[in-house]
């Protein structure tokens, strides 16, 4: 890799750093360090803040704009805690009693959904601490394969990478097509989709998502319509004691052909998104451009 640029080393080993420090604090120092540290971000990355906002102001037009700037710095707190905990996320140990000390785990209705055969698409979102999901799927059996965009800098990709893989999942690029994921289904893993970021077209739908359009791959719900394959909602919320709560919502076996049926299906993905982040708002990602549709 000795094409990397400088930006990317700096960045690589900002976030090493951080680690360092952050593995070596008991979790408690940790997750408040977090917070604290996304409050800074607030403070000082004004063009993230002001996205942040201004998607608020737009998603929820009833509020007004000094409650807006509180729920945009809890935003930034919590997208901070969750930052750091993902550099420590590894250290969860089963042993030590971590799964029953920190999780609330509901998954009856993907034990039905997985029992028929088919694999299971895991649907979720940036809402909670998606990642740190990974834990108790693993202490509960599952082989979980993450579907994600590779990030930009290789080197924090490769690193972030190893930390996703560290209890026996994997890593799925999303730009490599249907192939590989029909493949995990096959050997009846969870394939786990964020389903709420931008992906332009050909190859997306423009959705409603808080009152306004966005694209939204149509890719996952035709390849549940097209095989049949069982689409759980599954979500990781931070509870206020910093523990979490992890639930599967009741599958779905997504019906239909042509585009009205891929139109219809893939709102009904993202209504349900939609459904679990006005649980808790704060903990969606709000800093970044999900609405590109032209008004």
């Not at 332009?200 to 009152?211: L, R, T, W």
């Amino acid at each position: 890799m000795t094409d990397i640029s400088l930006k990317f080393r700096c960045e690589y080993w900002a976030v090493r750093l951080i680690a360092a420090l952050v593995r070596r604090l008991p979790r408690e120092l940790t997750v408040s360090f977090g917070g604290r540290l996304g409050l800074l971000a607030w403070m000082l990355l004004a063009k993230r803040r002001q996205m942040a906002e201004e998607n608020l102001q737009r998603a929820f037009p009833e509020l007004n704009w000094q409650r807006v700037r509180v729920l945009a710095a809890a935003n930034f707190q919590h997208v901070g805690r969750g930052a750091v905990e993902m550099l420590r996320m590894d250290l969860f140990d089963a042993e030590q009693g971590d799964l029953e000390r920190y999780f609330d785990v509901d998954l009856a209705e993907m034990r039905k959904a997985h029992a028929l055969g088919r694999g299971v698409i895991m649907l979720s979102g940036h809402f909670g601490f998606w990642e740190v999901g990974s834990f108790p799927l693993q202490q509960h059996g599952y082989q979980v394969d993450l579907i994600a965009k590779p990030i930009k800098n290789p080197l924090v990709d490769c690193y972030f990478k190893r930390l996703r893989k560290v209890f026996g999942h994997d890593v799925l690029d999303s730009r490599k097509g249907a192939r590989r994921i029909i493949k995990s289904l096959q050997q009846g893993h969870l394939a786990a989709v964020l389903l709420d970021q931008h992906i332009s077209p050909p190859g997306s739908v423009p959705v409603d998502f808080f009152g306004r359009k966005a694209y939204t791959t149509t890719a996952i719900t035709n390849l549940a319509m097209k095989y049949r394959i069982p689409v759980v909602p599954t979500f990781c919320q931070r509870l206020p004691s910093n523990r979490y709560k992890l639930w599967a919502e009741p599958m779905l076996l997504l019906e239909g052909q042509g585009q009205e049926s891929l139109q219809k299906n893939t709102q009904l993905l993202t209504d349900i998104i939609e459904t679990a982040v006005r649980k808790d708002i704060t903990q969606w990602f709000w800093m970044h451009k999900r609405w590109r549709v032209p008004e």
